[in-house]
Every structure is written in C-alpha cells, then in structure tokens.
C-alpha cells in the first residue's frame, strides 16, 4: 500500500493549508486514518485521527479548533484542513492508515505511512 500525500507548502501566520491523502489501494476503507507530524529535531507527534466510519474524530491538544480532519472512504483519501496555521505548525506531515477501524493517537496503532508533506508557516 503506498500513501500520497500533498497539499503542503510555505503560508503566513494565519493562513490556511489543505492537506490530502490517498492510499494506492482501498486498504483503508475499513480502518481509521490519521495525520502525524515531525518538526526539526523532534520526535514525530500525534494531530488528528478518523474512524473507519468518519465518526470518531481525535485531535492533539495544539491544534483542537484550527484544524479539521475529514474522509472520503470510497476513495481511500483522508484531509486535513488547516486554518489559522501558526509557526509552531511548521513540520513535516505524515498520513497513516491504522491496522484497526478505530481513531487513535497511538503510532503503534498504525501500518502503513506516506511520505510526508512539509508545511512552513513563516511570517
């Protein structure tokens, strides 16, 4: 299964990105997707998660309000729409698909990862 993500980019403070994802085959019809990120010399961290059923909907603490995840099961694509972007956003974005149908902010939890989208918010 390969994961491709895009939508990322350089946006001002304050500004809003649209991040996509679509898996190469529909293994992520009946398991929960999520977004991950990793800044500059820190450990990869949880941001948002779904549900199989687009349900259940988990974010960090950091970015609860801002940002909103969202899927489209029939075509195995997960988004991550990112509104009043700070420079603390500033990473390197992951989409994963879990090994389960639940939402999860467990890396464990999760089999496969894309490549990773880079986002800069700058001023």
């Known amino acids: 299964v390969q994961l491709q993500a895009s939508g990322g980019g350089l946006v001002q403070i304050g500004g809003s990105l649209r991040l996509s994802c679509v898996a190469s085959?529909?293994?992520?019809?009946?398991?929960?997707m999520g977004w991950f990120r990793q800044a500059p010399g820190k450990e990869r961290e949880f941001v948002a998660s779904?549900?199989?059923?687009?349900?259940?909907?988990l974010y960090a603490d950091s970015v609860k309000g801002r940002f909103t995840i969202s899927r489209d099961v029939p075509k195995g694509a997960v988004y991550l729409q990112m509104d009043s972007l700070k420079a603390e956003d500033t990473a390197v974005y992951y989409c994963?698909?879990?090994?389960?149908?639940?939402?999860?902010?467990?890396?464990?939890?999760?089999?496969?990862w894309g490549q990773g989208t880079l986002v800069t918010v700058s001023s």
């Open positions: 779904i549900d199989w059923k687009g349900g259940t909907k």
């Open positions: 085959r529909r293994t992520s019809t009946n398991n929960g």
């Open positions: 994963a698909v879990a090994r389960g149908p639940s939402s999860s902010q467990n890396t464990n939890y999760y089999q496969y």
